[in-house]
């Protein structure tokens, strides 16, 4: 059985669209035990709709609710113990469960995420990491919102990171790699962008292909299979990139409408459009999986409906079917064993509360 803990507090909607989720992803999923954090008063009239999820989940009531406004330092200080944020990543840190899913406020996920379970052996900081889909299929793209800025080290840190991601997610025994830059010529970019390329390249590791720089419109082209930035660019990009496929969508929906031959047109067409549709659904995906702490946390989107919060339980179930942990701190191990130099400091101690949003 894969065990997965839920904050069902959290989020834009709470229990109504997280329980909704659990029951589409355990009908799909026999292997699949769910440990539910939350109020009672809010998650048990959602459960009584769903007896089968009910009979084969277990209930936990925390008393506190994190709150989408609150800072992450307060949340660390009031939540700690007792919210229903904190218990969910708890029992990955104890052994309970094997992945953590939360649609509630990142940055208070991510920082008690870093408190409980730290950052792994020879990482930095951590990375959220998104799946991106893409004109070939999809990519991994990271960070897109942990670490506003980054020096040459980390960057080379999220390049494993994603690339263990993408190995244990899409089956590729060597992703291939790209830096994300203002341009493909290696004397342009910050000087961090360029260091951390220069490292890349000497570093000769076999577990990833490092193809140089790339441009924002390489991402949605699916140039490379991990594409690597710090976070206050990779969140922007993923915002624009949510914010295009909405409005596109609109502007389909208001064209198809227009006339009556519009809307014979797309009667006719309408296998085509249900596809685009498909592919352009943020919700198929949700999910940003926080990389480089010694567990597996999946952020769901906050304003996620039930089809979203369950492919955001999904993606934690395969990273832990395909022993994603494992896998990345292997390559981080190996890398740094080639390169004694470059070993992260201060690993073993728990990282310092912090108010940055992401």
């Known amino acids: 059985m894969i065990r997965i803990s839920i904050d069902a507090m959290g989020g834009d909607h709470g229990a109504s669209v997280v ?46 609710a994190v709150q989408m406004d609150d800072k992450p330092s307060q949340a660390l200080r009031h939540g700690r113990g007792t919210s229903s944020m904190w218990n969910a990543i708890e029992a990955v840190k104890n052994g309970q469960a094997d992945a953590c899913i939360s649609a509630g406020n990142t940055g208070a996920l991510m920082a008690m ?47 494993i990171l994603g690339t263990g991601m993408a190995r244990a997610l899409f089956g590729i025994e060597r992703p291939t790699v790209g830096l994300l830059n203002v341009g493909v010529e290696e004397v342009k970019g910050q000087e961090e962008v360029k260091e951390a390329g ?41 915002k624009t990139a949510e914010g295009t496929a909405r409005q596109i969508a609109g ?53 996620a409906d039930s089809a979203g919060f369950a492919a955001a339980v999904e993606l934690g179930y395969d990273m832990v079917r395909n022993r994603l942990l494992e896998r990345v701190q292997a ?19 728990p990282v310092v509360e912090t108010d940055e949003e992401g």
């Open 331 to 349: 390559d981080i191990d190996l890398f740094h064993a080639h390169n004694p130099q470059s070993q992260a400091t201060e690993t073993s101690k």
């Open 198 to 238: 220069r490292m890349l390249r000497e570093a000769g590791l076999s577990s990833l292909d490092y193809r140089g720089f790339v441009e924002g419109d390489d991402i949605g082209k699916g140039t490379v299979d991990v594409v690597v930035t710090e976070g206050f660019s990779g969140n922007i990009a993923l």
């Open 113 to 159: 995420a870093k408190f409980c379970l730290r950052t792994m052996a020879n990482v930095d900081r951590p990375a959220i990491a998104a799946i991106w889909p893409n004109v070939r299929a999809e990519s991994v793209v990271l960070d897109v919102g942990a670490t506003i800025g980054g020096d040459a080290q980390q960057l080379v840190d999220f390049a």
């Open 19 to 64: 329980i909704p989720a659990l029951a589409t992803v355990a009908a799909r999923r026999p292997d699949i035990k769910f440990i539910i954090y939350g109020r009672e008063d809010a998650v048990r009239p959602e459960l009584a709709k769903f007896p089968t999820l009910a009979a084969a989940s277990e209930f936990v009531h925390c008393e506190v």
């Open 251 to 303: 502007y389909l929906r208001a064209a198809m409408g227009r006339s009556l031959l519009s809307r014979i047109g797309y009667i006719l067409a309408k296998g085509a459009f249900d596809q685009l549709r498909e592919k352009m659904d943020v919700s198929r995906s949700n999910g940003g999986v926080f990389l480089g702490l010694n567990g597996i946390v999946v952020k769901s989107h906050g304003g």
